[in-house]
């Protein structure tokens, strides 16, 4: 069945994140052959509408005004739910990223409508739109359908691959002059936390430590590895909570779940809550010293070895390549 689906374009820092393409790569398999609505919010964003068309969207519908600057539930869903009066799909994919979160269930409530969040995998099967979402903390999958109402979905980072880019696709890209009020929130001044390098919910590649990395300083041979591999730093809540590194590190049931190509955890004991957060990396790599330590059990390749020996050699081999 052809469907009208709208996707949410997720902006940073005047960017357009990664997840945004996998989203719009859902949505085209959601479709069914129908159209592939992409939604672009904020103050000025409208030049990123061809960016979504070269990923797949057949067209891209831009709300902009100045209270649309920063994220609020109250203006966003605003904007949203103006355009589904005037497009009326038959269903919404987003990120499932702390926006996605956040927004989904609340624009899902507005259209009386159930939600199916966190899928990792989108097809159609026997005559049926089958999603794939991870539960009991990743131990399972379970496979749902909609039996009635919109396709609403939001989609897990790194685990639906985007489409191809191609700049020779065009696509209309207009705007809808949406009357923004009433907001009970407004966002004065973010400030963020300086972060270095990639991403981490994003991250193809994530190098984490735990308690093992023993101090902050313990971190940097771990930094220099993210760098040779262009990824990102992750770390244990025993990390954490040791104060070697900030909470924003935090992989876990209580953190965030990520599921990078590539996950080397450093002096990680392998706790059911951080396996949570981890376990459904497509390649896992253990460093710990002790040989029966649990993280061996979901690990792809094991090293029994002290880190601050093993994680430099790796670095020196990967520098190489
Ligand atoms: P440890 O368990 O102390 O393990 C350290 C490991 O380092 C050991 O295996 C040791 O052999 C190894 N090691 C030591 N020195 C070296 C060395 N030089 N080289 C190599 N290896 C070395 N934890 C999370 O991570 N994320 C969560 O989201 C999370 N949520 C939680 C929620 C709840 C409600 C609760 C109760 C707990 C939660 N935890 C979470 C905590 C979790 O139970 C563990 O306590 C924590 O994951 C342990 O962190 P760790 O593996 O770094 O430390």
Redesign the pocket.
């Known amino acids: 069945m052809a469907r009208k689906i709208i996707v949410l374009g997720e902006v940073r820092d005047g960017s357009l994140r990664n997840v945004s393409f996998e989203a719009v790569a859902a949505a085209k398999i959601a479709s069914e052959g129908g159209e592939v609505v992409g939604v672009l919010i904020g103050d000025s964003v409208s030049a990123l509408s061809g960016e979504l068309i070269h990923y797949g969207a057949d067209r891209v519908i831009t709300v902009e005004d100045e209270k649309l600057k920063q994220y609020t539930p109250d203006g966003y869903s605003q904007a949203l739910m103006a355009i589904v009066d005037a497009e009326s799909p038959e269903g919404l994919v987003f990120g499932h990223t702390s926006l996605g979160k956040d927004l989904a269930p609340k624009v899902a409530a507005k259209l009386n409508s159930g939600l199916i969040s966190d899928v990792t995998g989108l097809e159609v099967a026997g005559g049926n739109l089958v999603f794939t979402r991870p539960i009991y903390s990743g131990k399972a999958f379970e496979k749902k359908i909609v039996t009635d109402g919109l396709v609403f979905a939001t989609i897990r980072p790194n685990n639906i691959s985007p489409l191809e880019k191609d700049e020779s696709r065009t696509g209309e890209a207009s705007s809808l002059s949406v009357d923004i009020k009433d907001l009970r929130t407004v966002i004065k001044e973010v400030v963020r936390k300086a972060s270095e390098g990639v991403d981490l919910s994003e991250a193809k590649v994530i190098i984490a430590g735990?308690?093992?990395v023993?101090s902050e300083e313990g971190f940097e041979p771990l930094k220099e590895l993210a760098k040779v591999l262009n990824g990102a730093v992750g770390a244990?809540?025993?990390?954490c909570d040791a104060d070697y590194c900030d909470y924003s590190l935090?992989?876990?049931?209580?953190?965030k779940v990520v599921t990078p190509d590539l996950y080397i955890a450093?002096?990680?004991?392998?706790?059911?809550?951080?396996l949570?957060?981890m376990s459904n990396s497509k390649v896992i790599v253990a460093?710990?010293?002790?040989p029966e330590?649990n993280?061996f059990k979901v690990a792809d390749y094991g090293i029994v070895?002290?880190?601050?020996e093993v994680v430099p050699m790796l670095t020196e081999e990967f520098r190489k390549i």
Do not use: V
């Not at 935090?250 to 953190?255: A, D, L, R, V």
């Not at 450093?266 to 951080?274: E, R």
């Not at 460093?287 to 002790?290: G, R, V």
């Open positions: 735990g308690r093992g023993k244990s809540r025993g990390a935090q992989i876990g049931q209580t953190g450093c002096g990680i004991s392998g706790a059911i809550q951080h949570a957060g460093i710990n010293k002790d330590a993280i070895g002290d880190l601050f």
